[in-house]
């Protein structure tokens, strides 16, 4: 049975809708357990297939039975069964919103089509994985992201009533038109943020002490681990120094440190910051490498629009803008008052903006109809 077989719109028929809508939910809960290996592994560079499911801290290989989706943490009470280490929550979450997306693309396309139904719980999955390791890494792998932009294309040839035609070509165009749009219009916000927003002053007292250690750079009252500064070769951390001290010697009067991930200056002299054990300055401004996004949000998007389409993209980029905005704010309210609060990554509320457009489209499209006057 072909493709186009597997997904006959009367074979579905037979069984009643909201069978396939348990279906669906216990699927994406069978799913969710899986991404919530992805979003384990693949960031640190480990297969996920081997080994089987384990518990990180004991290495206890867990059996099928205590590996059951949402019932499992539940039973557990959050702990491993062998050594009773605590399991993160997010399993369980991951687990429980998968299930509900699956659940919410069927009750969407189901009645349209079960092949878009199927490869919108594709998207979906893709869209979890994303965000959850960028919420924990700050990143979005490249795996995932050309690996989506190849499955959009695919899924627009085999499915065209995925961008609503009904002619090949035409999808193929809609898919490729998504991929292109997405990339370059982030891609342009990327240079442009760069452009505006692309080192943070930091005005300290005059004659402060800065260390750079082995993980981070050493303020008087904090550490700024290089982690969080450097996210591609370019980005330079710029000193303008009184003073500079290497292990063996010394630098009097103005001078400028500009420190990369491979390359450390000093004036016109240049060195390998693996070979500098020791470096001492003192200063009244230090200017960090700061970004709108990153690259792995253009392929991200890239990606997207390759399902999608470009007016996927186009709301995307608006809508996960205002998301963000909304965010912001809410964290610069937490910094005022003296709470904890830690800077979000861009992918998740562009994955939170691509969810709305998926099962609101219809909503959104006649809204900019008549605000637009169209």
Known sequence: MGFSGAFDTQAWARMPFHFWTVTFFVLGTVVGSFLNVCIHRVPLGQSI???????????YSIPWFLNLPLATWLYLQGKCANC??????????VELLTGVLFLGCWLRFGHESAAVAAIMCVVVAGLVVATFIDLEHYIIPDGLNYGGMVAGVLAAFFVPRLFGETNLARSLQQSLLGLGVGAGI???????????????????????RIIFGDTGLILPDREIPYEEVFYRESDTIVVAADRAELFDRG???PVTIRLSPNRLRIDDEEFDPEQVPWLEVSAAQLSLPREAMGLGDVKFMAAIGAFLGWPGVVFSLLASS???SVFGVIL????????SSTVVPYGPYIAAAALLWIFESPAI??????WMGW
Do not use: D
């Open 186 to 208: 982030i891609y342009t916000v990327l240079r442009l943020g760069k452009l505006a927003f692309g080192q943070e002053k930091i005005a300290l007292e005059p004659g402060t």
């Open 365 to 370: 499209t006649r809204f900019a109809h008549a």
């Open 251 to 253: 630098f009097c009067g």
């Open 322 to 324: 205002c998301i963000g």
């Open 49 to 59: 297939v081997s080994p089987p499911s384990h518990c990180p801290h004991c290495q």
């Open 332 to 339: 610069l309210a937490r910094q005022r008052q003296g709470r």
């Open 84 to 93: 009773r280490a605590p399991i993160a929550i997010r399993y369980f979450l």
